[in-house]
């Protein structure tokens, strides 16, 4: 079991990472489960994870005299939306929540920052606990405080910064996720490596058959290892105005243009796309002379190691690469003026590039459409 804790001036909380943390949950959430003594606890859950795993948390909630309440939401980015927004919040103002309750989100990125944007703004904010069941949520999504639903102008676009009170990513809940899924969240756990840290880069490729056989003695500490890294960069930079956590986004500029030109859909997974940002913000580094080809293609290799997408060709995307830049610019993270890259130095160093012109990102991805 490894426990990392998020420092943030008043608002600290703490992150566990360990095999069977779903069936002690009554225990590790104790100081969130007080108020509901004679209520049922409020937990929110997409319909895999309920059916997956919701025995185990009603048996460990049960142990304590606790019944809960379930909300079941749609797997699928289509579930943060304004609509499933209305009818959650509804939901928990029907329930009496109050500011000092905290509801329980149970299953990946989508229910965690649709959850966490719903405590965000319930009676001007009331309080969440994160049950993250995917790796990308685990190393990821569910700390940190982004909370989001998504606008018909993008992916993100409405949302608020508010941390959860603890977040407690149970391991074994890995072996039930579709090896689609571990995949796209692998390529979240290469992304601490290339943006901070090339030993973990070198460990990540060479356990990615284990991390994918979810064997636990490998997946706790890289997981944890991620978790580590993210607690440090938020608490150095909680809302992204240095460009400490702005380093998270590598991969994810590139990654969304894709994202957006496949519609947000299964065609195309969150995890996925950023394996083929980081690919190619790795490129676009060699191409500017700030890394050598051979290293952009070490990246490329071990993510297609991993069975990650490495090639946009592939894609069989309709568009040119005028379009894809055109994406980015309205990606959330671009400014008046820049739009922001993540590009390398080394592999296992990143930095925020802020004079790329966008059309010689255009042009290389018309290369990049073409090549292979
Ligand atoms: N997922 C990037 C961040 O939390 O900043």
């Known amino acids: 079991m490894a426990d990392i804790d998020v420092a943030l001036a008043g608002r600290s909380y703490r992150v566990k990472v360990g095999a069977g943390l779903l069936d002690r949950v009554h225990a590790e959430a104790h100081a969130f489960l007080d108020p509901y003594g004679k ?16 025995e185990r948390l009603q048996a460990s909630l049960r142990s304590a005299g606790h019944a809960i309440d379930w909300y079941e939401v749609t797997p699928g980015e289509g579930s943060k939306s304004w609509a499933e927004l209305e009818r959650l919040t509804d939901w928990l103002l029907d329930r009496g929540i109050t500011r000092s309750d905290h509801v329980f989100a149970l299953g990946g990125g989508v229910v965690g920052d649709l959850v966490g944007f719903a405590c965000a703004i319930l009676k001007r904010g009331c309080g969440f606990v994160q049950l993250p069941t995917t790796l990308l949520a685990q ?14 102008a993008g992916k993100n676009l409405i949302g608020a910064f508010h941390q959860p009170a603890l977040v407690l990513a149970d391991t074994g809940c890995l072996a039930t996720l579709p090896q689609r899924e571990m995949r796209a969240g692998l390529a979240e756990v290469f992304k601490y490596g290339l943006l901070g840290d090339a030993g973990f880069f070198a460990r990540v490729d060479k356990d990615s058959p284990a991390i994918l056989g979810c064997d636990d003695d490998t997946l706790e500490p890289v997981i944890a290892h991620c978790v580590g890294m993210k607690a440090r960069i938020v608490a150095d930079d909680e809302r992204e105005t240095k460009d400490a956590r702005a380093l998270l986004n590598f991969g994810h500029t590139f990654g969304h243009a894709l994202e957006a030109e496949t519609g947000f859909s299964d065609r195309l997974l969150h995890g996925e796309a950023v394996a083929l940002g980081m690919v190619l913000a790795a490129r676009f580094s060699a191409r500017r002379g700030l890394i050598s080809l051979a290293d952009a293609e070490r990246v490329a290799n071990a993510l297609a190691r991993a069975g990650l997408p490495t090639e946009i060709a592939a894609l069989g995307l309709d568009c040119d690469g005028t379009t894809l830049a055109h994406h980015m610019r309205n990606d959330k993270k671009a400014e008046a003026s820049t739009v922001p890259f993540i590009l390398l130095r080394s592999l296992g160093e990143a930095f925020v590039a802020r004079d790329v012109d966008l059309a010689d990102v255009a042009a290389f991805m018309d290369e990049q459409l073409r090549a292979h």
């Open 39 to 54: 209520r049922a606890v409020p937990v929110v859950a997409d319909e895999n994870a309920r059916r997956l795993l919701g």
């Open 139 to 152: 190393v990821d999504s569910s700390v940190g405080g982004k909370t989001a639903i998504n606008a018909s």
